[in-house]
């Protein structure tokens, strides 16, 4: 079992930064593929970035391509997804999540997930 609890979220007006941070208990950490969803009201979860076990291979939604990066501190057992020029859009409650294999953006595929940190840009 493996438990996840993610901070960092805030208010930020737009243009401005934020790190999230993904703290996972365990020691299995670095065996799972890594994912960032998010979820405002009333929509439906969705597929932000994903990285593998290493980081070594990452993927991103169009929508914060060149915007955020997902990386991850296995000695640490963290995950982070630093956000910069952050829209009014991008308002919503965010997720981390690991699965086994292979990372996918697929929310149905991953095995455990935190609880969400809520992030909110001001225009």
């Known amino acids: 079992q493996v438990q996840l609890v993610e901070s960092g979220g805030g208010l930020v007006q737009a243009g401005g930064s934020l790190r999230l941070s993904c703290a996972a208990s365990g020691r299995t950490f670095s065996s799972y593929s890594m994912g960032w969803f998010r979820q405002a009201p009333g929509k439906e979860r969705e597929f932000v970035a994903s990285?593998?076990?290493?980081?070594?291979?990452?993927y991103y939604a169009d929508f914060v391509k060149g915007r955020f990066t997902i990386s991850r501190e296995n000695a640490k057992n963290t995950g982070y997804l630093q956000m910069i020029s952050l829209k009014p859009e991008d308002t919503a409650v965010y997720f981390c999540?690991?699965?086994?294999?292979?990372?996918?953006?697929?929310?149905?595929?991953?095995?455990?997930w935190g609880q969400g940190t809520q992030v909110t840009v001001s225009s």
């Open positions: 999540a690991l699965k086994r294999g292979a990372t996918a953006a697929n929310p149905s595929t991953y095995d455990y």
């Open positions: 990285a593998d076990s290493s980081a070594t291979y990452t």
